[in-house]
């Protein structure tokens, strides 16, 4: 999903769930898009295996850069997840 796409859904305030899959220690020097649940890539794939992330809710997750999202995202996918990676992760979406 391309930072522009990623702006519309969320003014549009769809229901969807905010993904971050950075490690706890990322979060203590960087913040978090508001309304967004912290699983880190590690534990994401237990936490579908358990039932905790709901398939028929579509799902946006990102990290950093966009290089574990676009991981867990095809995984998922895969899972039958509905899901998307948000392309270039935070570093991408903050930029001007």
């Not at 971050?20 to 936490?47: C, Q, S, W």
């Not at 998922?76 to 930029?95: A, C, F, H, S, W």
Request: some cysteine.
């Amino acid at each position: 999903m391309k930072k522009e796409k990623f702006e519309e859904v969320i003014k549009k305030q769809e229901l969807i769930l905010l993904l971050d899959i950075r490690e706890a220690e990322e979060l203590l020097h960087d913040e978090t898009i508001e309304g967004a649940i912290n699983i880190p890539m590690g534990k994401v794939f237990t936490e579908a295996v358990k039932g905790n992330l709901q398939k028929d809710k579509q799902i946006v997750v990102f990290c950093r850069t966009g290089g574990r999202a676009s991981v867990v995202e095809r995984e998922l996918k895969e899972k039958g997840y509905q899901i998307d990676g948000l392309e270039g992760g935070l570093v991408q979406l903050r930029t001007l």
